[in-house]
């Protein structure tokens, strides 16, 4: 019975070896993505999922920067902190309980123009197949 499996290893052990090849040669080149700094701190931008533009759109920033910059301009209350709610925009939220759990927010704050397309924006979706 031992000798009954004797051709398992040489079956099964190959599979797969001559497409692997010809996957990768199929593959189109991604576009390269060109050195990025940031316009506040000026240090690279090394993931750009995590960038957003300028306020005025001619460029890009880290988003911690962008909020730490808010953070400095905007006068808060001890209750208040400032929060990203999508479509390129910030807001003002007071939380109503101690959890944190419920909030308000106070005041909407605008930061990249919405509907704009940036070319590093559209360089990463077709690095990523979007």
Not at 70 to 84: A, D, G, H, M, Q
Not at 112 to 125: N, S, T
Request: glycine share 6%; proline share 5%.
């Amino acid at each position: 019975m031992a000798d009954g499996n004797k051709d398992f290893r040489r079956r099964f052990g190959r599979r797969g070896r001559d497409r692997s090849a010809s996957r990768e040669e199929s593959r189109p080149a991604r576009p390269e993505l060109p050195p990025i700094s940031c316009a506040i701190c000026e240090k690279q931008i090394f993931d750009l999922s995590n960038a957003i533009a300028t306020r005025d759109g001619s460029g890009s920033v880290h988003f911690d920067c962008a909020l730490a910059s808010l953070n400095e301009s905007e006068r808060l209350e001890p209750n208040e902190k400032i929060s990203y709610i999508g479509r390129g925009a910030f807001a003002v939220i007071e939380f109503k309980d101690k959890s944190h759990t419920t909030f308000i927010i106070k005041r909407r704050i605008p930061w990249e123009k919405e509907g704009e397309k940036f070319d590093w924006r559209k360089i990463l979706q077709q690095r990523m197949g979007i």
